[in-house]
Nanobody
Framework: QVQLVESGGGLVQTGGSLRLSCAGSRRTFSNVAVGWFRQAPGKEREFVASISASGNMIDYAESAKDRFTISRDNAQNTAYLQMNSLKPADTAGYYC????????????????WGQGTQVTVSS
């Protein structure tokens, strides 16, 4: 069992930055891949980025490339999503998730989910 808690969301203006954190439970966090997903009202959940358990393999959605950076610090049992140059289209609930089966864009591969943190980008 992996418990995840997101933090760092908030209200920011277009072009601003936020860093989301995903704190995981001890002992197991370093063994799982972590993904970030987001869901806006009325829209399907979509993949944002993922990182392998060791941190040496990373994937991004096209919408996140060049603006977002995923990272992790296994010593702190925490993963991060640095978001720069934010746009109103980035407004959504952001969720981190953990997978025992490697990183990737498929939400079905992730068995553990946090409660989410809201990101709102004003125009």
């Amino acid at each position: 069992q992996v418990q995840l808690v997101e933090s760092g969301g908030g209200l920011v203006q277009t072009g601003g930055s936020l860093r989301l954190s995903c704190a995981g439970s001890r002992r197991t966090f370093s063994n799982v891949a972590v993904g970030w997903f987001r869901q806006a009202p009325g829209k399907e959940r979509e993949f944002v980025a993922s990182i392998s358990a060791s941190g040496n393999m990373i994937d991004y959605a096209e919408s996140a490339k060049d603006r977002f950076t995923i990272s992790r610090d296994n010593a702190q049992n925490t993963a991060y999503l640095q978001m720069n140059s934010l746009k109103p289209a980035d407004t959504a609930g952001y969720y981190c998730a953990a997978s025992n089966y490697g990183r990737g864009y498929r939400a079905q591969n992730y068995a553990y989910w946090g409660q989410g943190t809201q990101v709102t980008v004003s125009s």
